[in-house]
T-cell receptor, first 120, second 111 residues
């Protein structure tokens, strides 16, 4: 099946620093990738939709200057949390929608394993 | 705005029981509905995806149904096992592949 990886799987950083999280589709191309945030014992909340070669579309209430998204290729999207604060500590999950490669359903999202961010 | 609700929030059953997880959504104009499993601290595993034109999907001991007009879906798990213990998430798909998730049902199957 389709595999999506995230790196790093967990990261601890100090308040005020920036952290970059990578999301890669390993065996398929993905024009569109999605970034979600999940707080403990809560569900996934969509943060933004990332389209290759264009600006990301952010959900209401998500600061685009704080959560920088770059989708530079058909297999890689990055999320940079700038000037991180303890309240940004969360589980960040990406997903990718297949556009080509193998017999994948183009409407289905394939999820990465998540990145645990802890800001001290 | 689509809202997805899952009931119950938590469920504890003895091994071997058949059980039903419920999901309801407010806007019936959906493209599909998907059930996921999430283990603690892990990502999502897709279990079943039902297109809006379908009424149910089955995979092994799992059966998911969809009643779009009433805004409901159920996930039926037969002969539950301790390995089924996880959080089960329901997600409704709209245009542009946007998914709206419910808050999940935390299932514990006791041996």
């Amino acid at each position: 099946g389709a595999v999506v990886s995230q790196h790093p799987s967990w990261v601890i950083c100090k308040s005020g620093t920036s952290v970059k999280i990578e999301c890669r589709s390993l065996d398929f191309q993905a024009t569109t990738m999605f970034w979600y945030r999940q707080f403990p014992k809560q569900s996934l909340m969509l943060m933004a939709t990332s389209n290759e070669g264009s600006k990301a579309t952010y959900e209401q209430g998500v600061e685009k200057d704080k959560f920088l998204i770059n989708h530079a290729s058909l297999t890689l999207s990055t999320l940079t949390v700038t000037s991180a604060h303890p309240e940004d500590s969360s589980f960040y999950i990406c997903s990718a929608r297949a556009t080509s490669g193998r017999a994948l359903r183009s409407y289905e999202q394939y999820f990465g394993p998540g990145t645990r961010l802890t800001v001290t | 705005k689509q809202e997805v609700t899952q009931i119950p929030a938590a469920l504890s059953v003895p091994e071997g029981e058949n059980l039903v997880l419920n999901c309801s959504f407010t806007d019936s104009a959906i493209y599909n509905l998907q059930w996921f499993r999430q283990d603690p601290g892990k990502g999502l595993t897709s279990l079943l995806l039902i297109q809006s034109s379908q009424r149910e999907q089955t995979s092994g001991r799992l059966n998911a149904s969809l009643d779009k007009s009433s805004g409901r879906s159920t996930l039926y798990i037969a002969a539950s096992q301790p390995g089924d213990s996880a959080t089960y998430l329901c997600a409704v798909g709209a245009s542009g592949s946007r998914l709206t998730f419910g808050e999940g049902t935390q299932l514990t199957v006791n041996p």
